[in-house]
């Protein structure tokens, strides 16, 4: 007799499901529209011509807890980063936008280290860290990234916000840790600037 076989058998096909959307959702798009609106429902967002969203400063909700193990096997917490304007990005190695976007990410996360803005990366689908490790050395990436290759981290945010549905994603929090602007396709350092530049300017 074996009492072990069946429930083991039943929580894995509980789990399944959990891992098929976190599959979806980080290969919803790599380098797709990016004009989406996303969230659906009555959401209190606005997307401009350039697909980049933004959310008014009363309105906007506190992002969730982005934390665990960077690629470099550092613990890090972006709750540590509150008081700054955080810009997160989420991409992966095998992403081709993601390339094309990278040194424009590196480019202003260092124009914009003194005032007040920290980057994180967040990389996903990388099941192994070596190709997201030589993806960072090749593009001259200044800034952590947390290690997420199921995608876990990104399934964290709340149905309704400027949810990241794609890679590349780049959310931006303001220095209250609130989700302020979005962008849902690679983005050059000028379309960077305009997600960040308004945030950095508020009192």
């Given at each position: 007799m074996s009492y072990g076989r069946g429930p083991r058998?039943?929580?894995?096909?509980?789990a399944a499901p959990a891992a098929v959307v976190a599959l979806a959702l980080t290969l919803t798009a790599c380098g797709g529209d990016g004009n989406k609106a996303g969230g659906g429902g009555n959401t209190n967002f606005v997307t401009g011509s350039g697909g980049i969203s933004t959310v008014a400063k009363a309105d906007r909700q506190a992002a969730p807890k982005l934390d665990g193990e960077t690629l470099e096997g550092k613990q890090l917490a972006v709750t540590d980063y509150k008081g700054k304007v955080v810009v997160l990005n989420m991409w992966g190695s095998w992403c081709g936008p993601c390339r094309a976007e990278a040194k424009h990410f590196?480019?202003?996360?260092?124009?914009?280290e003194n005032q007040g803005v920290q980057f994180v990366g967040i990389n996903t689908r990388d099941p192994q860290k070596g190709p997201a490790l030589s993806f960072e050395e090749n593009y001259g990436v200044p800034y952590p990234s947390l290690y997420d290759p199921t995608g876990k981290l990104m399934l964290r945010f709340p149905k309704g916000t400027l949810?990241?549905?794609?890679?590349p994603?780049?959310?931006?929090?303001?220095?209250?840790?609130?989700?302020?602007?979005?962008?849902?396709?690679?983005?050059?350092?000028?379309?960077?600037?305009?997600?960040?530049d308004p945030l950095i300017a508020e009192k």
């Open positions: 058998r039943r929580f894995t096909l509980l590196a480019q202003v996360a260092k124009e914009t949810r990241p549905q794609a890679i994603s780049t959310v931006v929090l303001d220095r209250d840790g609130k989700i302020a602007a979005r962008s849902l396709t690679a983005i050059d350092a000028d379309k960077l600037r305009q997600m960040i």
